[in-house]
C-alpha cells in the first residue's frame, strides 16, 4: 500500500502492550504514516490469577476479598502509569493522542470487544510475520484479530517498524441507534446485547418489529373492514324497515352529498383510531418483548449468582481448610524451629568451649616453640662453642709447629721477616691444606669471582664462612712485598672496612669475612632484590662510605689510598650496612704501585678513573675524591657511571634536578638531593685543586643530613603503655593493640579493666595483630 493511502484525518487506534520497548516501534511507524490523525492507544488489562499473600502467591479464587482488591487497585495504577508513558512518548512527537483501557480475562478477546463496541474503524497492531502471512497459530492477538475483528474495521500490521500486511474492511459498520426507531429501545438493546458484531440479535429485533406491525395492521383492517360492513348492513335495515322505498329514495336523492361527507369522516376517524390502536399494540408488544428480554437475563443472572456463590462457598471451604493446614504446618515448622536453636544454642556453646581449648593449645603451642628456639639457640652455642675450641686446637698445633721451628724462625729474623701472629695476634695464619680443605681443593664449585689479580673462593673454616682470595704468584713482587701488605691491611680495623681474618703466605691467598648479600653494583642495578633502595638508604650509604674514606685518607704514618673504588668494591654485610674491600693496597708515597694489581693502572673502570691520573700517572687521596664523587651521582641517579657526571651538571643548569634522580628511590627530600648532588660534582671536577677534602667535619654534615630527615615513628607503631615501637603487637577486647608483654603483664596482675578507657574488658582473649606487625617491619626496613 502507498504512502498516501495511509494518511487520513479519523483517529488511529494502536494497540499497545507491557513492552515500551516493542511498541516504541509500533507508535513510531503511526506517527510516520498517519502524521494528519489522533492517535487513540488502547490496552487490554489482564487481571493476574495469582494473588501474592504472606502465604505466597494464591489463586486469585482463594485469596480474601480485599487482598483481591487491593491488588487490583495496585494492578490498575500500574496500567495507569504504562498508559501514561506511552502518552509522554506521543507529547514527545508532538502528536494527540489519548488512551482506552479495557479488561478481559483474555487479550486478544478484549481488543476484538473494544473494536465492536467503541465502533473502531482503523487499527494498527504488531505482529509476527508468519503469523501474519500464514494464519496458524490461534493463539496470537494478530491472528485473532484478523480472523475474529469486526468486517468494517481496517487493520494494519507491523513488524520491527515495517508494514507487513493489511486487512481491508468490507463493510461499514451498522448504527447501532438504527435498529430500532423508539428512542427508548437504543440504549436498551446496546446493553443487553453481547460484542458479536451487533448483526443476528439486531435482525432478529427487526424481524419482530415488522411482524408486530403487520399484525396490528391487519387487526386494524379487520377492524375498518367490520366497521363497514355495520355501516353498510345499518343502511340497508334502514331501507328495509324504515320508510317506503319512494321515501329512501327521496332522502337519497334529497340529501345525497350530505351522506357522503358523512361516511368519508366516519371512515377516515375509523382509519385513525385504527392506526392508533396499531401504534399503540406496537409500542404494548415492544415493551413485552423488552420485559421478556429483561427477565430472561434476570434469571440468567440469578442462576450466575447463585453458582458463583456455591462456587465461592466451595472455595471458602477449600481456603479454610487449607489455611488451617497452613498453620498446622507452620506450628511444626515452629516446633522444628526451637529444637534448631536449642541445637544451636548447645553447638555454640560447644565451639566456644574449643574456640578457648584451642586458645590454649595456641599458647602452649607457642611456649614450645619458645622453648624449641631456646633449645635450638643453646645448641647452636654449643656448635659454636666446639668449634672454638676446635680452632683453638688448631691454633695450639700451629704454635707447636712453630715452637719446633724456633731455629728456623730465628733465621727468618735475621732476614728482617716477622712473623704474622707475633706481630698481629688477631690474625691467623693458616697452612694450604687448610685452605684446600675449605674449598675442596679450590673446586670451581666453590669460586665466587675470577679476575686478573687472582681468584676469590667461598668456603668453611674457623667455624664460619669465609671468603678466601688467592692471588696470582706473578703479581706479586715477592715474600717481601707480600709481607707489607698484609701488614697494612692487617693494621686497619673499622666498621666499614672488611675484616682480614687470617693468611696463607704458601698460598699467597688472604681470609675475609664472608658477606651474603653481594655488592652495591649488584643492589643499584636489580640483580639482587633483597631490599628496596629508598633514597634514605642511599644517603646512609654515602655517609658511610665518606667515614670509611676519611678514616683511610687521615691513617698514620701514611696515608691509605684506596685507588680502585668502584660499586662493585663496596659490599653489604647481614644488616646491609657498607664495608669496603680491596682497602690498603696504595699509599701516598708509591706511584702506582699496587703490588695486587696486574698493571699499573687503578682497579676501578676507566669511568671512575681520576682523570689527572691519565695525565701524571700518580694516584693521590683526591683520587679516590673523583671515584667518591661518580658513586654518589650513581646513587642519586641510578645511571651508569660514563658521562654522568656532564649530564647531571646539564640538569642542574636547567633547573631540571627532579626529573634525572632516580623515581624507584621514592620522593627525594630537595634539601638532601640538592646537597648529596652539589657534594658529587664538586667530588668530579677536572683539576683535583677544586675537589673537596673530606674532613671529619664534611662527614659529620652528611651524617647529620641524613638524620635530620629521618620520617617520625608513627603513633599507632607505639604500646600504649610502654611507648615504644611494637614487636608483637596483641588486640584486646576493648580494641586497642598493645605490645604482647605489656597486656599480658597487665592481665596477669589482676586487672580485668582495658588500659586506656578503664572499662571492664568483655574477655581476656588478645589476638595478635598480623596486619601491624607487617606495617611496622616494612616501615623499619625503609627506615
Known amino acids: ?133 500464514k494464519v496458524k497459530r490461534n493463539s496470537s492477538k494478530a491472528n485473532y484479530a484478523a480472523q475474529n475483528a469486526p468486517p468494517f474495521c481496517e487493520i494494519w500490521f507491523v513488524c520491527k517498524g515495517k508494514h507487513i500486511w493489511t486487512r481491508e474492511a468490507s463493510e461499514t459498520p451498522r448504527s447501532l441507534s438504527s435498529c430500532a426507531q423508539p428512542k427508548t429501545t437504543t440504549a436498551e438493546g446496546l446493553s443487553c446485547r453481547s460484542f458479536q458484531y451487533g448483526t443476528n440479535e439486531l435482525l432478529h429485533s427487526e424481524c419482530l418489529q415488522s411482524n408486530s406491525t403487520i399484525i396490528a395492521r391487519n387487526m386494524v383492517q379487520r377492524e375498518i373492514i367490520e366497521t363497514e360492513a355495520t355501516f353498510s348492513s345499518k343502511s340497508s335495515g334502514c331501507n328495509s324497515h324504515g320508510s317506503p322505498q319512494h321515501s329512501a329514495g327521496w332522502y337519497l336523492d334529497t340529501h345525497p352529498e350530505f351522506e357522503e361527507e358523512t361516511i368519508d369522516s366516519q371512515l377516515i376517524e375509523a382509519k385513525r383510531e385504527a392506526n392508533a390502536a396499531t401504534d399503540e399494540a406496537l409500542a404494548e408488544l415492544l415493551k413485552s418483548k423488552r420485559l421478556e428480554v429483561k427477565a430472561t437475563e434476570a434469571i440468567s443472572k440469578v442462576n450466575l449468582f447463585e453458582y458463583a456463590h456455591a462456587q465461592e462457598v466451595k472455595l471458602r471451604k477449600e481456603a479454610e481448610d487449607a489455611l488451617r493446614a497452613t498453620i498446622q504446618e507452620q506450628q511444626m515448622f515452629l516446633d ?127 667455624g664460619r664462612t669465609v671468603a678466601i682470595r688467592k692471588l696470582h704468584p706473578h703479581n706479586m ?136 691520573f691519565h695525565r701524571t700517572g700518580v694516584l693521590t687521596p683526591k683520587s679516590d675524591i673523583y671515584s667518591f664523587g661518580i658513586i654518589i651521582l650513581q646513587l642519586l641517579t641510578g645511571r651508569t657511571p660514563f658521562g654522568l657526571a656532564g649530564e647531571v651538571r646539564r640538569a642542574v643548569s636547567s633547573g631540571k634536578l627532579s626529573s634525572i634522580l632516580d623515581s624507584s628511590a621514592g620522593e627525594w627530600h630537595s634539601t638532601v638531593a640538592t646537597r648529596l648532588v652539589e657534594l658529587g660534582l664538586q667530588c668530579c671536577q677536572l683539576n683535583s685543586r677544586d675537589r673537596p677534602e673530606l674532613t671529619p667535619s664534611l662527614v659529620r654534615e652528611l651524617e647529620q643530613l641524613h638524620v635530620s630527615e629521618e620520617r617520625p615513628v608513627p603513633s599507632f607503631f607505639l604500646c600504649p603503655i610502654f611507648q615504644e615501637i611494637m614487636h608483637d603487637p596483641q588486640v584486646a577486647a576493648d580494641g586497642f593493640t598493645y605490645e604482647g608483654k605489656a597486656i599480658n603483664e597487665w592481665l596477669e596482675n589482676g586487672h580485668e579493666t582495658s588500659p586506656m578507657t578503664n572499662l571492664k574488658l568483655s574477655h581476656l582473649h588478645l589476638t595478635h595483630n598480623h596486619a601491624l606487625r607487617l606495617a611496622i617491619q616494612g616501615w623499619l626496613c625503609k627506615s
Request: charged share 25%; glycine share 6%; aromatic share 8%.
Open 477 to 612: 713482587q715477592g715474600s717481601t712485598e707480600f709481607h707489607q701488605e698484609v701488614q697494612v691491611l692487617g693494621s686497619l680495623q673499622h666498621p666499614h672496612l672488611l675484616t682480614l681474618l687470617g693468611v696463607c703466605p704458601e698460598a699467597w691467598s688472604l681470609v675475609y669475612e664472608y658477606l651474603p648479600n653481594g655488592n652495591l653494583q649488584d643492589h643499584l642495578y636489580q640483580k639482587s632484590s633483597l631490599l628496596p633502595l629508598t633514597w634514605n638508604i642511599r644517603a646512609r650509604w654515602i655517609v658511610e662510605i665518606a667515614k670509611t674514606l676519611c678514616f683511610l685518607h687521615s691513617s698514620k704514618p701514611q696515608t691509605i689510598i684506596h685507588g680502585g673504588l668502584t660499586l662493585e668494591t663496596i659490599l653489604l654485610d647481614s644488616s646491609f650496612s657498607c664495608k669496603i674491600c680491596e682497602f690498603g693496597l696504595v699509599k701516598e708515597e708509591s706511584l702506582y704501585l699496587p703490588s695486587f694489581c696486574f698493571s699499573t693502572e687503578p682497579k676501578g673502570s676507566f669511568s671512575y678513573t681520576d682523570p689527572e
Open 1 to 133: 500500500m502507498a504512502m498516501d493511502e495511509y494518511q487520513c484525518d479519523q483517529n488511529v487506534h494502536v494497540a499497545v502492550g507491557k513492552s515500551i520497548k516493542k511498541a516504541s516501534t509500533l507508535l513510531q511507524w503511526c506517527f510516520t504514516h498517519f502524521s494528519k490523525a489522533q492517535i487513540r492507544l488502547i490496552h487490554v488489562y489482564q487481571p493476574s490469577t495469582k494473588i501474592p499473600t504472606l502465604l505466597g502467591k494464591l489463586p486469585a479464587s482463594h485469596a480474601s476479598p480485599e487482598v483481591v482488591s487491593a491488588y487490583r487497585i495496585e494492578e490498575r495504577e500500574e496500567i495507569k502509569r504504562l498508559m501514561e508513558k506511552y502518552l509522554s512518548l506521543c507529547r514527545k512527537a508532538k502528536v494527540k493522542a489519548s488512551s482506552v483501557i479495557g479488561e478481559a480475562d483474555q487479550v486478544q478477546k478484549g481488543i476484538v470487544d473494544l473494536v465492536t463496541v467503541h465502533n473502531i474503524r482503523k487499527l494498527v497492531i504488531g505482529a509476527i510475520p508468519e503469523n501474519c502471512m
Open 336 to 462: 522444628e524451629k526451637e529444637e534448631i536453636d536449642s541445637d544451636l544454642e548447645r553447638i555454640m556453646r560447644s565451639i566456644s568451649l574449643l574456640g578457648s581449648c584451642a586458645h590454649e593449645t595456641n599458647h602452649k603451642r607457642e611456649e614450645a616453640a619458645n622453648e624449641l628456639l631456646l633449645i635450638q639457640a643453646s645448641i647452636s652455642n654449643l656448635r659454636h662453642e666446639k668449634q672454638q675450641i676446635r680452632r683453638q686446637k688448631m691454633e695450639a698445633l700451629h704454635w707447636l709447629e712453630r715452637w719446633k721451628s724456633c731455629e728456623q724462625v730465628e733465621a727468618d729474623h735475621c732476614n728482617g721477616v716477622i712473623g704474622f701472629a707475633e706481630e698481629f695476634p688477631e690474625l691467623s695464619e693458616f697452612s694450604l691444606s687448610d685452605l684446600q680443605n675449605a674449598t675442596c681443593n679450590f673446586s670451581e664449585s666453590f669460586k665466587i669471582k675470577e679476575g686478573g689479580y687472582g681468584s676469590i673462593y667461598k668456603g668453611e673454616m674457623l
